[in-house]
């Protein structure tokens, strides 16, 4: 049986995690509960979609220790350039303190990496942190290698191994991700990330941050270790 790390193993991960809340099906209830979980156990953000912004900002109420990011053209960010910059000058007017965006894939796909920088420039000119989320399992090495270049010449704070949609994330991302960035910009490690096995892994891989919808149950699963098969927190 695998054991769950301890605490002592993972001193810092609250800080790490950016809560996902993009569910659209999302009750008012379970809206404000996600919030009020963030913040009390200090994780580092709370990521949700514009719909949810407003509600999300006004339970959180002023920007403190958990910031709040807002995902811009997710989850394959193919509409034009104008309704992104659009999309992100809202955020940007309706509290979000960060963005995490996805980019012109389809530049990439048609070899047309100006296009791809110049959406990217853009949107972090709005002037909010912008993480760039790559589709690293549907990229060939060169148009990853293209995104992250462009990505990090724009100013993005970070760039994000996936979307959450497809298979979990991996150390093996991130390691990529690392030779790439060489220290130039944060690793954002999201998709399927639901154990402390997972966490540790990805950190030591090189990720700074971890993008989950389990960030409630890993705080607690890290305060409570356990003997477990295969560590996995359900929810």
């Avoid at 389809?106 to 000119?125: M, Q």
């Avoid at 589709?135 to 760039?159: P, S, T, W």
């Avoid at 950190?203 to 409570?224: F, H, K, Y």
């Amino acid at each position: 049986m695998n054991r769950l790390p301890r605490q002592q193993e993972l001193p810092d991960l609250a800080p790490l995690i950016h809560q996902a809340l993009l569910d659209p099906l999302l009750s008012r209830d379970r809206l404000n509960e996600g919030c009020d979980a963030a913040r009390q156990l200090g994780l580092g953000k709370l990521c949700t979609n514009l719909s949810q912004l407003t509600a999300v900002r006004e339970r959180l109420g002023a920007p403190g220790p958990t910031g709040l990011i807002a995902v811009i053209a997710f989850p394959f960010g193919a509409i034009p350039t104008t309704l992104k910059q659009a999309q992100a000058e809202w955020a940007a007017e309706h509290g979000a303190e960060a963005l995490d965006v996805v980019p012109d894939l389809t530049a990439l796909a048609e070899d047309r990496p100006n296009a791809f920088a110049e959406e990217l420039a853009i949107l972090i000119n709005v002037g909010l942190p912008v993480t760039v989320i790559l589709d690293m399992a549907r990229l060939e090495d060169a148009q990853l290698k293209l995104a992250v270049e462009a990505a990090i010449d724009a100013g993005a704070e970070a760039v994000q191994t996936s979307n959450g949609f497809g298979a979990a994330t991996t150390a093996r991302h991130v390691e990529q991700l690392r030779s790439l960035t060489r220290g130039r910009c944060g690793i954002k490690a999201a998709g399927g990330v639901h154990t402390l096995e997972q966490c540790q892994q990805l950190i030591e891989a090189g990720a700074t941050a971890l993008g989950t919808s389990s960030g409630p149950q890993l705080m607690q699963a890290l305060r409570t270790p356990i003997a477990s098969g295969n560590g996995r927190i359900d929810g």
